[in-house]
């Protein structure tokens, strides 16, 4: 598996799977309005990486580099699991020049499993619109 910056060519496919990932991610969210589009609006300015194999794309991981923050990271959800989301994580980390953050929805069990299991430790709650998230921070260098 390889991790490499994004190409335009690369478009199609993420929009399809930053639907379909976040239709199987947010069970408890109503996402009848989540379009392809979403995709474009949700990246702007972001340095965005893939993971690929053999040609077949994936996964992502968006940071916004200025904050070492990471956006979205998201694996088709047709995948079993093989460690894409580990090796995009890892990517991100070694990008950062400080202490990387996120923030995961509360509700997410499985991506703030997958957060822990990787070091990354709650910081702080918040609330963006109603949905109650936690800011979390990358492991100590």
């Known amino acids: 598996m390889q991790i490499r910056p994004y190409q335009e060519a690369d478009r199609p496919f993420l929009r399809n799977l930053y639907l379909a990932a976040r239709q199987a991610a947010f069970t408890w969210r109503d996402t009848q309005n989540y379009r392809l589009e979403d995709f474009d609006r949700s990246t702007i300015g972001e340095e965005i990486w893939i993971a690929e194999q053999d040609g077949r794309l994936l996964g992502f991981v968006s940071l916004y580099r200025a904050e070492d ?17 580990s090796a995009l994580l890892h990517a991100a980390e070694r990008a950062f020049t400080s202490t990387g953050s996120l923030k995961c929805l509360v509700k997410n069990h499985k991506a703030l499993a997958f957060y822990h299991k990787h070091g990354w430790q709650i910081v702080s709650p918040g609330d963006d619109g109603g949905e109650e998230y936690y800011l979390m921070h990358s492991p100590k260098r």
Not at 73 to 85: A, H, I, S, T
């Open 69 to 85: 923050f990471i956006h979205h990271l998201y694996v088709d959800p047709r995948l079993p699991p093989q460690g894409v989301g």
